[in-house]
């Protein structure tokens, strides 16, 4: 398995953006389609974007599109999610997510096989 740390969250108010970042170790990082999820308390675990191996497709939740852009460079073995517009009710622990697949960019969690530890994103009002 791929090992993942995520890091960037942090504490911005409605309406800013953060970027958070991936990085991948441990296996070849172009061999892995990559995503981002959420899970705010008492709620699932909720899809929020994915993207290609090469970087080419990517793929996004309706809540997110035109507002976060998923992007990976692999020679750095780095994933990043820019959030712009950031709402309150996004707040959130946001997981990267690592599936060996070299199709289109999966969107269920069940199919990604190495997670990271995630990261907290709290959005005030």
């Known amino acids: 398995q791929v090992q993942l740390v995520e890091s960037g969250g942090g504490l911005v108010q409605a309406g800013g953006s953060l970027r958070l970042s991936c990085v991948a170790s441990g296996r070849t990082f172009s061999n892995y389609a990559m995503g981002w999820f959420r899970q705010a308390p008492g709620k699932e675990r909720e899809f929020v974007a994915a993207v290609s191996w090469s970087g080419r497709n990517t793929v996004y939740a309706d809540s997110v599109k035109g507002r976060f852009t998923i992007s990976r460079d692999n020679a750095k073995n780095t994933v990043y999610l820019q959030m712009n517009s950031l709402k309150p009710e996004e707040t959130a622990v946001y997981y990267c997510?690592?599936?060996?697949?070299?199709?289109?960019?999966?969107?269920?969690?069940?199919?990604?096989?190495?997670w990271g530890q995630g990261t907290q994103v709290t959005v005030s009002s």
């Open positions: 997510a690592a599936d060996a697949w070299r199709g289109d960019p999966p969107v269920v969690a069940g199919d990604f096989g190495s």
